[in-house]
């Protein structure tokens, strides 16, 4: 295995990734947020927060507006959305996308950052940080800065994958631990942050409501695995975990193993609902 350099979290990182690479990072963020599992559990948390009856929701690092954009298309929803992300290229796909699918005047995408945001204290009924909290250096900054937006008694949902568990089928179970531990590193930054998140959120003075976990899995054929497992031809090379060559070798492998039968990948992830007090 030919590690290059110590690799980055490319989906965290996104300043330091070129056009090319952003439309890699939006093409793979759309094709998971088409996935109905993904989708679910999305608004599986959503519905605790009681998103329909609130006017103004906040969605932090929202990349091309997946969760941005399936809040306001919810039938039940009349409220607005404003959608954060760090990424000004993403901010632009997500306002074109919002306006295609007939979002556009319910939803505003700006470019910020989610550390500190120049938003009023108390300004939002809810927040969202959907894929975002494992991408952070110092997860606790950005969820104080959640409470800060959010009126008392608003609620706060943050969803993640727990990618400390996230695993693809390999022969030899040695290399796969090796490769697995490399993706890990390439796609997040935090990838035990949703284990620390009781201690963060009570840290943070917020008042747990309820949790979802779930186990994503593919068993024989890759399925919601597939796009991501495409994706790494580009990512593991761009967040410098391997060379082209290698990242091809190991996407062509695991989408053999699926075309045979034998794929296996998995993750768990999780969703906290919590309220300020
Ligand atoms: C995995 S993507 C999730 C995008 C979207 N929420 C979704 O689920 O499809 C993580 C996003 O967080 C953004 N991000 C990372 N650090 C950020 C920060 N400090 N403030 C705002 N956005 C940030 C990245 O640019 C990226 O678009």
Not at 138 to 150: G, Q, T
Not at 248 to 262: H, P
Request: net charge negative; with cysteine; hydrophobic share 40%.
């Amino acid at each position: 295995m030919a590690t290059i350099e110590k690799p980055f979290d490319a989906y965290g990182d996104t300043q330091a990734l070129d056009k090319v690479m952003l439309d890699a990072v939006a093409t793979r963020l759309e094709s998971r947020g088409r996935h109905p599992v993904f989708r679910r559990m999305l608004h599986e948390y959503l519905d605790t927060m009681q998103i329909d009856g609130v006017q103004s929701v906040l969605d932090l690092g929202c990349g091309t507006g997946f969760a941005a954009r399936q809040i306001a298309a919810r039938p039940g929803f009349t409220g607005r959305v404003i959608a954060i992300d760090i990424s000004p290229h993403l901010v632009e796909r997500a306002k074109e996308l919002a306006a295609e699918e007939g979002v556009g005047e319910r939803t505003e995408f700006q470019a910020g950052d989610a550390r500190s945001l120049e938003l009023p204290d108390d300004s939002f009924d809810a927040v969202v940080a959907h894929s975002l909290v494992s991408h952070l250096a110092d997860p606790l900054v950005v969820l104080k800065e959640m409470v800060r937006v959010v009126r008392p008694g608003g609620f706060l949902g943050i969803f993640d994958g727990d990618y400390a568990s996230c695993t693809f089928s390999h022969p030899d179970a040695h290399q796969g631990k090796s490769y697995d531990e490399l993706i890990i590193s390439s796609i997040v930054t935090q990838p035990r942050v949703m284990r620390q998140m009781p201690l963060l959120l009570t840290t943070a003075g917020l008042e747990f409501v309820t949790a979802y976990y779930y186990v994503v899995c593919d068993i024989g054929k890759a399925d919601y695995w597939a796009p991501s497992v495409e994706s790494m031809r580009r990512l593991l090379p761009a967040a410098k975990a391997m060379i082209v060559e290698e990242a091809n070798a190991w996407a062509d492998d695991r989408m053999r193993e699926s075309a045979e039968g034998v794929f296996f990948a998995s993750s768990n992830y999780y969703s906290y609902v919590v309220r300020r007090p």
